[in-house]
């Protein structure tokens, strides 16, 4: 591979100057002893509104360590195994009754608050009752609301919820499947005193095994430190042991450039994000560097979340399907992968993530079938030989690490193919979609020059932030006045919901199991409201008759052979009318340093995903060892 030499050596002289020493600054920026600090890249780069905690209100970034420590949930995900784990609930939920309208819920005895309180039903009886109370006013609430109809008490230990119409897949909708849930149970002890709306509660209570003890008020790094009773926290209580690591810092580095210097430099244990180019300067400058897998292509495909460009379907002419398949056919595929990723990415034309659980049971499944799928004007989207082409750019840019790989192979590796690139295609479906080029070559609509931005993160999600660009380069390129408005997080995360937006690089389809119903129904009618308004579902107001009629086959059954091939067909009514262009799986090169902390998950001891952003990162934390 290419070695980016002038990073190399830059890297090389600021290791020099600061000494290369493990031990040489033994403080962490936030006072705490670096050998007894786990320090975390944060993914969501710097919070805008550090001492804003509280989960229930709008704008409240999670991300910086409350929902991977503090904060915990009902039902947890094994990501190893595929399936849900009892954690804050002792066991699955109960049906009450053959139409899953009404389920017993046990909850886990002995785990406490951080203040020391008994976690308990009251707790969660309460939380429903005030998320129900507050549904016009909180998006969490009126999401409840869709969902959960009462609930009642039993004793300190037990309750039944009753919801809106059959959900079988309740430990779903109220529990972790992917990265975390909605629902975040509140301490009545202290709420009941306290606004929901607006109390930024600065100092949170949780049940996890860390408490948030500083920030920094620019928002650029969390401190978090042991509970002293930690094994009265729910990792603690669930596996019988406590995290040995007694502070937890996430910081933002901003640049990609100084966060691979803090790795090379040891100042940091875990990078969740960065590129194929960083990658080559770790791998070249600090040998405790190591990603989930050994050799290339080193990152980690299966990241349940798949990423692309997401329009906003209320503004014209976006609210056209031919616009937006246009879109898809104006770009070269193999050209984005290559500007983003340098091609290390598994392609994906389906609005699931191609994980290698997913590919198999969907993108391979249906490959024949996307290949087949046919306009009425007979012309045939798919391009089925995206891999193989992808595979030739590679070699001829010197990546052997891929020669001589079969087809099959490579669509192992790169995925089942993506749309064509067709310009004179895409040009005939913007001219019959009322579009037309002015005296510049800019595509214009009624009489207007299409302008827009795509709005992309800034210095984190490294993936989505680059594809962003690379995409506008082609759009533009094609004639559409494009930008990119690079945002912070506390902006980027919350635009979507209101329909602030025009185009947005963003991953709204995500799923870990074979029955999408509850990584789509918020995709409904249902959900929809127009923007300026908040929606609790589906970002893209997109609305779809025919999906409507799917989802509402699937949501009274369980989960089984009918729900899968009903998932199926959602998926070809969504890329037939372009719900939205996904583009790549989520690639994520998360490097972990083990020169202070070691028996990180990784693809030779798979105990756990490298999800550091999960809910789930609580128990990972759980498993690592100090180096000395």
Same mark, same amino acid.
């Given at each position: 591979?290419?070695?980016?030499?002038?990073?190399?050596?830059?890297?090389?002289?600021?290791?020099?100057?600061?000494?290369?020493?493990?031990?040489?600054?033994?403080?962490?920026?936030?006072?705490t002893p670096r050998s007894e600090t786990l320090v975390v890249e944060s993914l969501v780069g710097v919070v805008g509104n550090p001492g804003q905690h509280n989960p229930w209100m709008s704008g409240t970034v999670l991300d910086a360590g409350l929902h991977q420590l503090s904060y915990s949930h009902l039902w947890e995900m094994d990501t190893i195994q595929g399936v849900q784990i009892p954690d804050l609930a002792a066991e699955m939920p109960i049906a009450l009754n053959d139409d899953y309208s009404s389920f017993k819920v046990v909850l886990t005895e002995g785990i406490k608050w951080s203040d020391g309180e008994d976690f308990d039903a009251e707790d969660v009886v309460f939380t429903i009752?005030?998320?129900?109370?507050?549904?016009?006013?909180?998006?969490?609430?009126?999401?409840?609301?869709?969902?959960?109809?009462?609930?009642?008490?039993?004793?300190?230990?037990?309750?039944?919820?009753?919801?809106?119409?059959?959900?079988?897949?309740?430990?779903?909708?109220?529990?972790?499947?992917?990265?975390?849930?909605?629902?975040?149970?509140?301490?009545?002890?202290? /709420?009941?005193?306290?606004?929901?709306?607006?109390?930024?509660?600065?100092?949170?209570?949780?049940?996890?095994?860390?408490?948030?003890?500083?920030?920094?008020?620019?928002?650029?790094?969390?401190?978090?430190?042991?509970?002293?009773?930690?094994?009265?926290?729910?990792?603690?209580?669930?596996?019988?042991?406590?995290?040995?690591?007694?502070?937890?810092?996430?910081?933002?580095?901003?640049?990609?450039?100084?966060?691979?210097?803090?790795?090379?430099?040891?100042?940091?244990?875990?990078?969740?994000?960065?590129?194929?180019?960083?990658?080559?300067?770790?791998?070249?400058?600090?040998?405790?560097?190591?990603?989930?897998?050994?050799?290339?292509?080193?990152?980690?495909?299966?990241?349940?979340?798949?990423?692309?460009?997401?329009?906003?379907?209320?503004?014209?002419?976006?609210?056209?399907?031919?616009?937006?398949?246009?879109?898809?056919?104006?770009?070269?595929?193999?050209?984005?992968?290559?500007?983003?990723?340098?091609?290390?990415?598994?392609?994906?034309?389906?609005?699931?993530?191609?994980?290698?659980?997913?590919?198999?049971?969907?993108?391979?499944?249906?490959?024949?079938?996307?290949?087949?799928?046919? /306009?009425?004007?007979?012309?045939?989207?798919?391009?089925?030989?995206?891999?193989?082409?992808?595979?030739?750019?590679?070699?001829?840019?010197?990546?052997?690490?891929?020669?001589?790989?079969?087809?099959?192979?490579?669509?192992?590796?790169?995925?089942?193919?993506?749309?064509?690139?067709?310009?004179?295609?895409?040009?005939?479906?913007?001219?019959?979609?009322?579009?037309?080029?002015?005296?510049?070559?800019?595509?214009?609509?009624?009489?207007?020059?299409?302008?827009?931005?795509?709005?992309?993160?800034?210095?984190?999600?490294?993936?989505?932030?680059?594809?962003?660009?690379?995409?506008?380069?082609?759009?533009?390129?094609?004639?559409?006045?494009?930008?990119?408005?690079?945002?912070?997080?506390?902006?980027?995360?919350?635009?979507?919901?209101?329909?602030?937006?025009?185009?947005?690089?963003?991953?709204?389809?995500?799923?870990?199991?074979?029955?999408?119903?509850?990584?789509?129904?918020? /995709?409904?009618?249902?959900?929809?409201?127009?923007?300026?308004?908040?929606?609790?579902?589906?970002?893209?107001?997109?609305?779809?008759?025919?999906?409507?009629?799917?989802?509402?086959?699937?949501?009274?059954?369980?989960?089984?052979?009918?729900?899968?091939?009903?998932?199926?067909?959602?998926?070809?009514?969504?890329?037939?009318?372009?719900?939205?262009?996904?583009?790549?799986?989520?690639?994520?090169?998360?490097?972990?340093?083990?020169?202070?902390?070691?028996?990180?998950?990784?693809?030779?001891?798979?105990?756990?995903?490298?999800?550091?952003? /999960?809910?789930?990162?609580?128990?990972?934390?759980?498993?690592?060892?100090?180096?000395?």
């Amino acid at each position: 591979m290419k070695k980016i030499l002038s990073i190399i050596v830059i890297a090389v002289m600021m290791m020099t100057m600061a000494g290369f020493s493990a031990f040489a600054d033994e403080q962490t920026v936030a006072g705490t002893p670096r050998s007894e600090t786990l320090v975390v890249e944060s993914l969501v780069g710097v919070v805008g509104n550090p001492g804003q905690h509280n989960p229930w209100m709008s704008g409240t970034v999670l991300d910086a360590g409350l929902h991977q420590l503090s904060y915990s949930h009902l039902w947890e995900m094994d990501t190893i195994q595929g399936v849900q784990i009892p954690d804050l609930a002792a066991e699955m939920p109960i049906a009450l009754n053959d139409d899953y309208s009404s389920f017993k819920v046990v909850l886990t005895e002995g785990i406490k608050w951080s203040d020391g309180e008994d976690f308990d039903a009251e707790d969660v009886v309460f939380t429903i009752n005030k998320l129900l109370e507050l549904k016009d006013t909180l998006s969490n609430g009126a999401q409840l609301a869709s969902i959960v109809e009462s609930c009642e008490y039993v004793d300190k230990y037990e309750l039944i919820i009753n919801t809106v119409g059959s959900h079988p897949r309740i430990s779903e909708e109220l529990g972790v499947t992917v990265w975390g849930n909605f629902f975040y149970i509140m301490p009545e002890h202290y /709420w009941k005193d306290h606004d929901v709306a607006t109390d930024l509660w600065e100092s949170p209570i949780g049940t996890g095994p860390y408490t948030l003890s500083a920030y920094d008020p620019n928002g650029y790094w969390f401190l978090f430190e042991l509970r002293e009773d930690a094994e009265f926290s729910d990792v603690g209580v669930l596996t019988g042991k406590v995290p040995q690591a007694k502070y937890v810092l996430f910081t933002a580095y901003g640049t990609e450039e100084k966060k691979t210097m803090a790795m090379l430099n040891n100042e940091v244990d875990i990078l969740c994000d960065i590129s194929p180019e960083a990658w080559e300067v770790l791998l070249a400058g600090n040998p405790n560097v190591a990603c989930w897998l050994p050799d290339y292509p080193y990152g980690c495909f299966d990241d349940p979340c798949e990423r692309g460009m997401q329009f906003n379907c209320d503004i014209e002419p976006f609210n056209q399907k031919e616009v937006r398949w246009a879109m898809a056919l104006s770009l070269d595929m193999v050209q984005v992968s290559m500007d983003t990723f340098s091609g290390q990415m598994r392609v994906s034309p389906l609005c699931m993530p191609p994980t290698t659980f997913m590919s198999e049971a969907f993108h391979k499944e249906m490959r024949q079938q996307l290949i087949d799928y046919t /306009w009425e004007d007979g012309y045939q989207p798919f391009d089925k030989d995206y891999a193989v082409k992808l595979y030739e750019v590679l070699i001829s840019e010197g990546y052997d690490a891929v020669e001589g790989m079969t087809e099959d192979e490579l669509i192992d590796l790169f995925g089942v193919g993506w749309w064509k690139y067709d310009t004179e295609k895409a040009e005939e479906l913007l001219t019959g979609a009322g579009c037309e080029r002015d005296a510049e070559g800019f595509w214009t609509y009624n009489g207007e020059r299409i302008t827009f931005e795509i709005v992309s993160p800034a210095g984190f999600e490294t993936q989505s932030e680059r594809l962003a660009y690379a995409v506008q380069s082609q759009w533009r390129e094609f004639g559409f006045d494009v930008t990119v408005q690079a945002s912070e997080a506390s902006y980027f995360h919350n635009c979507g919901a209101p329909g602030n937006y025009t185009c947005g690089s963003y991953w709204p389809s995500c799923g870990v199991v074979k029955d999408l119903y509850t990584q789509l129904r918020g /995709w409904h009618t249902d959900y929809y409201t127009p923007s300026g308004e908040v929606t609790t579902g589906c970002h893209a107001r997109f609305q779809s008759e025919k999906l409507d009629a799917v989802l509402d086959q699937m949501a009274p059954l369980a989960s089984g052979d009918e729900t899968y091939e009903l998932s199926k067909e959602a998926l070809m009514i969504m890329a037939d009318e372009a719900a939205w262009l996904p583009m790549f799986g989520t690639s994520k090169l998360v490097p972990t340093n083990s020169t202070y902390w070691t028996n990180y998950p990784d693809s030779e001891n798979p105990y756990n995903g490298p999800w550091w952003w /999960w809910s789930c990162f609580k128990l990972i934390v759980n498993e690592f060892q100090p180096a000395a």
